[in-house]
């Protein structure tokens, strides 16, 4: 099964997304929390970067931290799934192990 | 599915114990089984019971104590982040000679032990930190 990389801080502050698309293999997830939903959202400087990865890789962000950033659905990068509390929990499930690039 | 989790920050400044208490909710709403909750490093200010926060703001300690009392959770302070924080219970108040202690009821101090067992017992071990 595959892996959930779990990344939490604005890519626009710390380098952890990087770690992680570097790291992780093709058909892993990827879950954006806190933070790290800005990456999530299209137009910005690093939408390119996540695109590229789009193919081989599933990304989700966590709704209700997107939310309560003043995000909605309508600005995620097309493909990029959102995802409550228990969705969260069912990609931990789902997946055979969690990294969280802290 | 057997969960263990590991909360790396403090309350109020970083959202960790925040993000770790909604999925732990979620996950026991789903039917999973939380086997432990460890508190590292600053998360060990998660169990102070003395905090007062604003009436309109949510009071962390007390979301985690309830969320255990109702589901029987496990909850681990480690111990030497603890003393270095100055976070007691009563028999590490007693044993280290102090006049206080702070940690609630619902948590429990002990060593890193348990977060290795937590990792080997669970089939996820979940990090929230900074």
């Known amino acids: ?102 | 599915m057997k969960f263990t989790i590991l909360i790396n920050e403090g309350p109020y400044q970083h959202q960790a114990a925040d993000s770790a208490y909604q999925f732990a909710k979620a996950a026991l709403e789903k039917g999973h089984e939380i086997f432990r909750v460890f508190f590292y490093n600053d998360a060990v200010n998660n169990a102070t019971r003395l905090a007062i926060p604003p009436q309109d703001d949510r009071n962390i300690t007390v979301q985690w104590a309830e969320l255990a009392e109702q589901n029987n959770l496990d909850m681990v302070v480690c111990i030497a982040a603890a003393q270095r924080r100055g976070m007691l219970d009563d028999d590490e108040r007693d044993r280290q000679g102090k006049d206080a202690s702070n940690i609630h009821p619902a948590f429990r101090i002990s060593g890193l032990g348990q977060l290795v067992e937590g990792g080997i017992q669970s089939d996820r071990l979940i990090t929230f930190g900074d």
């Open chain 1, 1 to 102: 099964m595959a892996m959930l990389h779990i990344v939490n801080k604005s890519v626009f502050e710390r380098g952890t997304l990087d770690s992680c698309l570097k790291s992780s293999l093709s058909g892993s997830s990827i879950l954006f929390i806190e933070d790290a939903v800005v990456s999530a959202v299209n137009n910005t400087a690093v939408s390119d970067k996540i695109k590229a990865e789009l193919s081989s890789k599933n990304f989700y962000v966590l709704t209700p931290d997107l939310n309560a950033r003043g995000f909605t659905d309508a600005d995620l990068i097309e493909g990029i799934k959102g995802v409550d509390y228990a969705g969260f929990v069912d990609l931990v499930a789902d997946n055979s192990n969690v990294q969280s690039w802290l």
